[in-house]
């Protein structure tokens, strides 16, 4: 049972494009978050949500929207996709937002062209 | 200064080597430290949670946290193959949001 897991693995797509990814979580934890990793390895925190409400939200530009419909999904949109978008994004859970350890999934490599 | 240094290598040893990977941190607020393993196209996984300063020991690692130089090491005892990942170092900021803050990870070869 994976506990973590986000969908699609890949997405190739063009500039200026919308997509989504999907992110479920089956570990009961409260907190969820979006983490993007570059090309050279370097995470960065994007969103957080706790119990669906929005705790972190980063330096982000606001072509990228967290949806949480429960604590259990987070999916992040994505509008007019850019090159510099271009990334892994990964979901990861925990249990409460405080020093509980991260769970990772295993990543959405998004490339756009 | 970023709050979290750690050098991104790579780092190339003989199976059974000892490893030492370390990060340094400047903030005297960060409390709870650990090491996470990433393997190739795979989400980082924790290896090892630490609070204190001093040792903690699992299997073939050991996490050691000296908080008077702000300076945290993962040691790996008789490396294998199978260690060969990014080993990335994170710490929480207890007065920001709880935020984790990363190291940039170290990449592991073990050769055989």
């Known amino acids: 049972d994976t506990a973590v897991s986000q969908t699609p693995k890949y997405l190739v797509t063009q500039m200026g494009n919308d997509k989504s990814i999907k992110c479920e979580q089956n570990?009961?934890?409260?907190?969820m978050y979006w983490y993007k990793q570059d090309s050279k390895k370097f995470l960065k925190i994007m969103f957080s949500?706790?119990?669906?409400?929005?705790?972190i939200n980063e330096t982000v530009p606001n072509r990228f929207s967290p949806k949480s419909p429960d604590k259990a999904h987070l999916n992040l949109h994505i509008n007019s996709l850019e090159l510099g978008d271009s990334a892994v994004y990964f979901c990861?859970?925990?249990?409460?937002?405080?020093?509980?350890?991260?769970?990772f999934g295993n990543g959405t490599r998004l490339t756009v062209t | 200064q970023k709050e979290v240094e750690q050098d991104p290598g790579p780092l190339s040893v003989p199976e059974g080597a000892i490893v030492s990977l370390n990060c340094t941190y400047s903030?005297?607020?960060?409390?709870?430290f650990m090491w996470y393993r990433q393997y190739s196209r795979k989400g980082p996984e924790l290896l090892m949670y630490?609070?204190s300063s001093g040792n903690k020991e699992d299997g073939r690692f050991t996490a050691q946290v000296d908080k008077s130089s702000k300076y945290i090491s993962l040691f790996i005892r008789d490396s294998q193959p199978s260690d060969s990942a990014t080993y990335l170092c994170?710490?929480?900021?207890?007065?920001?949001?709880?935020?984790?803050?990363w190291g940039l990870g170290t990449s592991l070869a073990v050769n055989p």
């Open positions: 630490t609070y």
């Open positions: 903030n005297s607020a960060f409390q709870y």
């Open positions: 994170a710490t929480i900021n207890a007065g920001n949001n709880r935020k984790l803050i």
């Open positions: 990861a859970s925990s249990q409460v937002l405080d020093n509980s350890p991260l769970h």
């Open positions: 570990l009961g934890h409260d907190t």
């Open positions: 949500y706790n119990n669906k409400e929005l705790i």
